[in-house]
């Protein structure tokens, strides 16, 4: 008798264990895009008069000697050791003349209440080589931002916003796609791989669309401004942020030059 | 068998922390995004070939997990079968709880993105856990349950300047070590969940002096950790030199303080090279787990030092293994006859009878 209440014992220990693991699933619903209610705007957008509308262009450049980019460790993954052996850090791009690639540049103050139409084209975050393409994007509040598992390898997309949800979705497939929403302004919001250490991005939450990322001849331009006095910002993930005031007229074109120093 | 297969028990704990250890490390608590399912797979249908980056440290520590919670529901039942003594029963339902506490844990710092509470939540749990364990090991064990041996004399007189049942300095030294050095595990959980593992990035000095020259919320906390260090190894030197002073030839004492003085050289090495090496993952890890060892060697004295008062506890029937002359005894060539036939064992048997 005592046996077999020990048995049935250890049988009752091992289903409510079971029970108790078997409870706690669902991350993929917990993991859903976190603003996908996005606010919509209160008052009628802005629309954009391509006659009067003012452009302001420029480029980043860096003075001092760059730091040189440092091979990327794959080994972890023999996948991404083939797929894109030779990979090198992007923390901090330095070009010919100075030209710093993956600054954020946006309008950050001036635009009032204007509101602006958000796009209902994706922006799309590619996981490619075990790498994120592009490195830094913009978005505008609203808009749908498509996250794409193109490595037949699994990433996780773990994104650290502070003013929006954090998320974390496990793409195992070649392929998959998962789609998320931002619901609040925020500059910036990392994204990782936990699974590849090395990966990570940046996306800059906006909600207007006057900002552009430098390419790799440090030049951006913010197209389409109304005139007015606008606070320029431009972010960079390990040289910081730099703002200048800038005054456009109808129709007029500004160019602002930003210069990071090293350290 | 039982106490074999409870130290194995113990054992596998320990490989458990280090495992954890790993995970925390080198940054995958969150490769694996679902739980208890591993990207949609049931755990142990994953395969072996997915299994790279971050993925190997998250999903090999849920594996060793799942593998040391079945050995602990399966030493609970052992022990509730063949167990007379109703503490040690109960030490095994306890342990069965722990752990099904500390895979829930583990399990929700995963779902809710590894914040800081839970995270240090389950890294403390998972050192009563494995003190759990060891206390059952130990309970078990052919030493406890039959008394131990004890290191001849050159004259006839026992060394008994001191007993181990009347020595409450040893009992209250050796309690205290034991409680400061899990607090002191609590703060390095918080370091290593906080993120301030580097906040003092030179040793021994802190930015090139004995106090810090400026403090934030991470710098408090790693110096705490040092100054907790600190406070440990002047708590164990002082423990050990007690246990040589007093009772140098009682190896159950003895051994456990030679040892805790080895393992905390180690883990002071470990500590400053985690520093150094800018928390090189397989050091870190090492210090994490190194660190339980400390913990559970002294527990492992604190509960030898209070054995005498075991006696009886939580039965209803006394269990010869308790006589304290035996307790205190001279080794005797008798004794190895005995432990080889099973006399003791088939006294115990006749008391359960």
Redesign the interface.
């Given at each position: 008798m005592?046996?077999r209440l020990?048995l049935r014992?250890?049988a009752a220990?091992?289903t409510?264990?079971g029970l108790?693991?078997?409870c706690?699933?669902g991350?993929?619903q917990?993991?859903a895009p976190a603003g996908s209610g996005a606010a919509a705007p209160a008052a009628a957008p802005a629309a954009i008069d391509s006659a009067t509308s003012a452009t302001v262009s420029g480029k980043v450049t860096f003075a001092g000697t760059p730091p040189a980019p440092s091979p990327i460790k794959l080994s972890?993954?023999?996948?991404?050791q083939k797929a894109n052996a030779g990979l090198m850090t992007e923390t901090e791009l330095v070009g010919p003349g100075g030209a710093v690639q993956n600054v954020f540049v946006y309008v950050k103050d001036g635009l009032g209440d204007k509101t602006f139409t958000t796009p209902s084209d994706p922006v799309v975050l590619d996981q490619k080589g075990c790498q994120y393409t592009p490195h830094v994007i913009g978005i505008q509040i609203g808009q749908p931002l498509q996250i794409l598992n193109s490595d037949s390898?699994?990433h996780?997309v773990?994104g650290l916003p502070k003013a929006n949800k954090?998320f974390?979705?496990?793409q195992?497939i070649q392929g998959m796609k998962t789609t998320h929403t931002f619901s609040t302004k925020e500059v910036m919001i990392p994204f990782k791989c936990?699974?590849?250490?090395w990966m990570n991005a940046w996306i800059g939450v906006l909600d207007h669309p006057f900002y552009a990322v430098t390419g790799a001849d440090g030049t951006f331009s913010l197209k389409g401004l109304p005139p007015g006095t606008y606070t320029i910002e431009a972010w960079h993930e390990k040289l910081g942020t730099q703002t200048q005031m800038v005054t456009v007229g109808a129709a007029e074109s500004r160019d602002v030059a930003f210069t990071f120093k090293g350290a | 068998m039982l106490p074999l297969f409870a130290a194995l028990v113990a054992a596998s704990t320990a490989a458990l922390i280090f495992a954890g250890g790993l995970v925390t490390s080198t940054g995958s608590g969150l490769s694996v995004p679902d739980w208890p399912n591993t990207y949609g797979w049931f755990m142990w249908a994953f395969p072996m070939s997915k299994m790279v980056g971050g993925i190997f440290y998250e999903h090999a520590h849920r594996l060793i997990a799942s593998t040391v919670g079945f050995l602990i529901v399966v030493l609970a039942a052992w022990l509730g079968r063949v167990e007379p003594r109703r503490w040690v029963r109960r030490l095994g339902y306890l342990a069965l709880g722990a752990v099904i506490a500390q895979g829930i844990l583990g399990g929700i710092t995963v779902l809710w993105y590894l914040p800081d509470a839970i995270s240090i939540a389950h890294a403390g749990l998972a050192q009563i856990v494995f003190c759990l364990t060891v206390a059952i090991a130990l309970a078990t064990s052919p030493g406890w349950t039959r008394g131990y041996a004890q290191l001849p004399t050159s004259n006839s007189q026992l060394p008994r300047r001191l007993s181990v049942t009347d020595d409450r300095t040893l009992q209250h030294m050796a309690i205290v070590t034991t409680a400061v050095i899990y607090a002191q595990i609590l703060v390095g959980a918080t370091m290593r969940h906080t993120g301030a593992g580097l906040a003092i990035p030179d040793f021994p000095l802190s930015f090139g002096q004995v106090i810090p020259p400026h403090w934030d919320a991470k710098i408090a906390i790693h110096f705490a950790h040092r100054v907790g260090a600190a406070i440990v190894t002047l708590l164990i030197l002082a423990t050990a030199g007690h246990v040589f002073f007093h009772h140098g030839r009682r190896l159950e004492l003895r051994r456990p303080a030679i040892l805790l003085l080895l393992l905390l050289a180690v883990q002071i090495t470990l500590g400053a090279l985690t520093v150094l090496s800018q928390k090189q993952f397989f050091i870190n890890s090492l210090h994490v787990v190194n660190g339980a060892l400390v913990l559970v060697t002294s527990l492992a004295l604190t509960l030898r030092a209070h054995r005498a008062r075991f006696i009886d506890a939580g039965s209803t029937k006394q269990d010869p293994a308790y006589d304290d002359s035996q307790a205190a005894r001279t080794f005797l060539p008798d004794d190895a006859r005995r432990a080889k036939s099973g006399e003791a064992r088939d006294e115990r048997a006749g008391v359960r009878a």
């Open positions: 005592t046996r020990n014992s250890l220990a091992c409510a264990a108790l693991v078997s706690g699933g991350t993929n917990t993991a972890s993954d023999p996948y991404c390898t699994l996780n773990h954090e974390n979705q496990g195992p936990d699974v590849h250490g | -």
